[in-house]
């Protein structure tokens, strides 16, 4: 995401196409990991603050620079909501089942897929 926004609005990107909602959220989770100056922390650009649904909102927003990368937008917010069922179990310290695992390489590889092509059709100055 950080790469197609930057590359279509330059380097202000997370300013000018990002939601009033998420650009707070995202400045209320920076404040609360200031706070915790004992630990390390995550990376200056503001989109590694984000969560799943965070990201799939700004790729919602600014369709029109991911269409060539994603077959559509349905398919994005399915993916992700497929992916995010079992992100929730892992980070609460349970463990998948094998079905769950299976399920959630196959829809990775078709993501990266997906995106490893797009990117390269749109442009060869994206990296994946």
Do not use: C
Not at 23 to 42: F, G, L, P, Q, T
Not at 116 to 123: A, R, V
Request: charge should be positive; proline fraction near 2%.
């Amino acid at each position: 995401i950080k790469n197609v926004m930057e590359q279509n609005y330059g380097e202000d990107w997370w300013q000018t196409k990002v939601s009033r909602k998420v650009r707070k959220e995202v400045d209320h989770r920076k404040a609360r990991e200031k706070i915790i100056r004992w630990h390390s922390k995550r990376n200056a650009h503001p989109i590694f603050y984000t969560d799943i649904d965070d990201l799939k909102s700004i790729i919602a927003m600014n369709w029109s620079n991911f269409q060539n990368i994603f077959p559509s937008l349905t398919w994005v917010t399915n993916t992700i909501d497929v992916i995010k069922v079992s992100r929730n179990v892992i980070a609460h310290n349970n463990p998948l089942s094998k079905r769950d695992i299976q399920r959630l390489k196959i829809f990775f590889e078709d993501w990266i897929r997906q995106v490893s092509e797009g990117w390269h059709t749109k442009s060869n100055t994206i990296k994946t």
